[in-house]
């Protein structure tokens, strides 16, 4: 074993008792800090998890769930969109894996900070049981496509 790898296996991180309390306050202190800078920067502490993840733009709900529906009778909801980013985002379009599923017309863009909807548009066509997914894509550069799920039972 060289020099090098036994220093390194006797390496330890002495901190000494009466410093530890000190540095457990500092690591509250800048997660206070951290945390409450995302949340006055998203204005919500819902958004504060998706903006230090460092995605701009949060779908809510994730999944949407329709229970009772009819075979060919539309039904529809809406997912709220919000940018978190500090720069406009374009949704351009989805990938769905129904044809029985539409959304809004694309593309459709989003200012900092803003709010949109997503409505969604549901025509089943056969009765049981759903799940299905949806990508929704954005003009973020490295941002992969938001993944929605929309699941419920037709009669």
Same mark, same amino acid.
């Given at each position: 074993?060289?020099?090098?790898?036994?220093?390194?296996?006797?390496?330890?991180?002495?901190?000494?008792?009466?410093? +530890?309390?000190?540095?457990?306050?500092?690591?509250?202190?800048?997660?206070?800090?951290?945390?409450? +800078?995302?949340?006055? /920067?998203?204005?919500?502490?819902?958004?504060?998890?998706?903006?230090?993840?460092?995605?701009?733009?949060?779908?809510?709900?994730?999944?949407?769930?329709?229970?009772?529906?009819?075979?060919?009778?539309?039904?529809?909801?809406?997912?709220?969109?919000?940018?978190?980013?500090?720069?406009?985002?374009?949704?351009?379009?989805?990938?769905?894996?129904?044809?029985?599923?539409?959304?809004?017309? +694309?593309?459709?863009?989003?200012?900092?900070?803003?709010?949109?909807?997503?409505?969604?548009?549901?025509?089943? /066509?056969?009765?049981?049981?759903?799940?299905?997914?949806?990508?929704?894509?954005?003009?973020?550069?490295?941002?992969?496509?938001?993944?929605?799920?929309?699941?419920?039972?037709?009669?």
């Amino acid at each position: 074993m060289s020099d090098l790898e036994q220093r390194i296996k006797g390496f330890r991180l002495s901190i000494p008792k009466s410093d +530890f309390g000190l540095l457990l306050l500092s690591l509250v202190v800048l997660f206070v800090l951290v945390v409450g +800078f995302a949340w006055i /920067r998203t204005g919500s502490p819902t958004l504060v998890w998706p903006w230090l993840q460092g995605l701009h733009v949060v779908f809510e709900p994730r999944e949407l769930v329709f229970d009772g529906l009819t075979v060919g009778k539309v039904r529809t909801s809406k997912f709220r969109v919000t940018n978190i980013s500090s720069s406009n985002v374009t949704l351009l379009g989805i990938e769905s894996s129904c044809a029985c599923i539409s959304l809004d017309q +694309f593309p459709k863009s989003i200012e900092p900070g803003g709010v949109g909807t997503l409505d969604v548009v549901l025509q089943p /066509r056969a009765a049981g049981t759903f799940h299905r997914k949806v990508r929704v894509f954005t003009d973020v550069e490295g941002e992969p496509p938001a993944l929605l799920t929309i699941v419920g039972t037709v009669n």
